[in-house]
């Protein structure tokens, strides 16, 4: 599983939505490292028990996607 950010944050350093950007007044929690390790456990953990949408749903609400990526290799 990888996990991107969404387009919908303008912010890669906060989790401020794109349509709240403009309004400075409201406080925004900062994106972490640690942060997004966490939630991405837990929406793996969620996946694996058969909860996808509830995973996904997560996923979205702290501006992540859940991508997964195959790599073949040809030997030639």
Request: aromatic residues 8%; negative net charge; glycine residues 4%.
């Amino acid at each position: 599983m990888l996990t991107l950010v969404r387009q919908n944050y303008a912010c890669p350093t906060c989790i401020v939505r794109k349509s709240d950007f403009a309004d400075l007044r409201n406080y925004q929690p900062e994106r972490t490292v640690q942060d997004m390790k966490r939630i991405f456990h837990q929406a793996q953990d969620l996946d694996i028990s058969g909860d996808i949408s509830k995973a996904q749903d997560m996923l979205q609400t702290n501006g992540l996607v859940n991508v997964e990526v195959g790599i073949f290799f040809v030997c030639t």
